[in-house]
């Protein structure tokens, strides 16, 4: 496994890849490596000839306040993850590489981002576009791969792709869960034994949901406030948003309806989860 710490590097590895008339597929990640992870790097390795991924984490989408500074990091036991599974190589910039002294680029995805996580998390989206482009622009792949879970960024970046004619396949792939629910994350690190117990009411809400809209409700509102009344009952957690929008679009519904996203963020103790649910078909009201 190739260990890439500068961009003249990693362009280079990238053209020989080409030169050679391999596909290349890429992961971006911050690090703190999970099994959600592996499940992108494992399917680039099956679609592709080479994969790379990339470890960085991004000071342009934390916001002041944010845990930039503590953000987990364990780079012996991310390469023991990602070498066993036969990841081509690996690309480490520095911040100083991504954004020396006079950087002043920001790429902008405009209504998608005017929502959930944007809306809550201001600059974010604007930080998460820019490294993305750059990284493509670095690494050229041929596909890159992204959670569900980030269900937001993943329909941000495809609409980026789109806008911009950016040379690149964006695959989504599903959440990758704990066996009693809890998606995997790396601020899952952050949680006791304790606050992880109450984070698994994420995923149960989300769950709960399900079944409420599988059984025919259409009150989005109604919906919002059940799943907002289980938050109620921990003191431990305080609810960012919980959406019952339209699974593209992020819009809010007032009717629940085919391609609903119920997303949730909620800080469990210090750390901020996000889960969601897509539902592609509802129940039909009228005999159809
Ligand atoms: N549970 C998961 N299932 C599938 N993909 C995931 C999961 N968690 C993260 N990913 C994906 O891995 C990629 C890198 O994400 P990132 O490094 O931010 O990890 P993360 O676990 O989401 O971190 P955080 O805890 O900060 O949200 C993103 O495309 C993200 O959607
Ligand atoms: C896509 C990404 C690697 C950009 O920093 C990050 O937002 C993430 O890990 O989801
Ligand atoms: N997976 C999203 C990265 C972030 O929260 O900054």
Redesign the pocket.
Known sequence: MEILRSIPEMKAWSRQVRQAGRTLGFV???GALHDGHLSLVKRSRADCDRTVVSI?V?PK?FGPGEDLDTYPANWDADRNLLEPLGVDAVFLPTRGDMYPHGFQTTVTVEDLTGHLCGESRPGFFEG?TT??LKLFLIVQPDTAYFGEK?RQ?LQVIRRMVEDLNVNVSVVGLPIVRDADGLAKSSRNQYLNPAQREIALSLSRALEQARQRIEAGETDAARLRREIEEKFALHAETRIDYVSVCNADTFEELDVIQDNVLVALAVFVGKARLIDNCLIERVPCKEPC
Do not use: A
């Open positions: 971006p990640t911050m960085f991004n989408q998460v490294v993305v980030d960024q």
